[in-house]
């Protein structure tokens, strides 16, 4: 089975400018996560979607940051306009579904954002 | 509040050697708590997790947990390390909240460096 894939692997910006980030989580997987991962730092969770919709964006910085996943399918988190501390990996993460806590999440390979 | 702290950020082994990370847990409602790996420019990969059915939870690549309600604990061992060891390991609870379930908390990591 295809694991969860993301693009672009690695991005180079300047502070203000803009970036998206793509995810297409495993198939059949009802639930998609972004997760944020600063150097040095565990993930935090940025939102969660149950299909198409959100359950959880409470640690999204909404200023600036945006996510989507318009079909149920695959997911589109950006960044406008992006400052130097938003320099991290973003995982994109995706399970069967969120009825349990014990709901294994598989990870994708993450995308490392550099902001200048 | 549900939280999770990885005592040592790196912790060194030589090959061969008895394999020990710490992970301690704080939980309102009794958790479901998981071990996590990160190859180099890889996702994370579920080690084990433990759902309440047995208290000592064995995973992939020889490595186990076992899960201590009295001290809050949830410590990782292996006990030969092996050079392919070498990475960077995530405790992390899971629980509802909200509206939001399976929800995982990370604690900050810890870096596993095998020495030959």
């Known amino acids: 089975e295809a694991g969860v894939a993301q693009s672009p692997r690695y991005k180079i910006i300047e502070k203000r400018q803009s970036v998206a980030f793509w995810c297409n989580p495993i198939s059949g997987h009802a639930t998609l996560y972004w997760y944020q991962q600063i150097l040095g730092q565990g993930p935090k969770l940025l939102i969660q979607?149950?299909?198409?919709?959100?359950?959880?964006d409470s640690q999204l910085p909404k200023d600036r940051f945006s996510a989507e996943r318009l079909k149920g399918v695959d997911s589109t988190l950006k960044i406008q306009p992006a400052k130097l501390e938003d320099s991290a990996v973003y995982l994109c993460?995706?399970?069967?579904?969120?009825?349990?806590?014990?709901?294994?999440?598989?990870f994708g390979p993450g995308t490392r954002l550099t902001v200048t | 509040a549900q939280s999770v702290t990885q005592l040592g950020s790196h912790v060194s082994v030589s090959e061969g050697a008895l394999v020990l990370l710490r992970c301690n847990y704080s939980?309102?409602?009794?958790?479901?708590l998981f071990w996590y790996v990160q190859y180099p420019n890889k996702g994370l990969q579920l080690l084990l997790k433990?759902?309440?059915?047995?208290?000592l939870v064995k995973g992939i690549n020889g490595f186990e947990a076992e899960f201590k309600k009295s001290e809050t604990s949830f410590h990782l061992t292996k006990p030969s390390a092996h050079m392919s060891d070498a990475a960077e390991y995530f405790c992390?609870?899971?629980?509802?909240?909200?509206?939001?379930?399976?929800?995982?908390?990370f604690g900050t990591g810890t870096l596993l460096a095998v020495q030959p």
């Open positions: 993460a995706s399970s069967l579904d969120s009825e349990t806590s014990l709901r294994e999440q598989y």
């Open positions: 939980s309102s409602v009794p958790p479901y």
């Open positions: 992390a609870v899971s629980f509802s909240y909200g509206g939001a379930t399976n929800k995982l908390i």
């Open positions: 979607f149950q299909n198409n919709g959100v359950v959880d």
């Open positions: 433990y759902t309440s059915a047995a208290t």
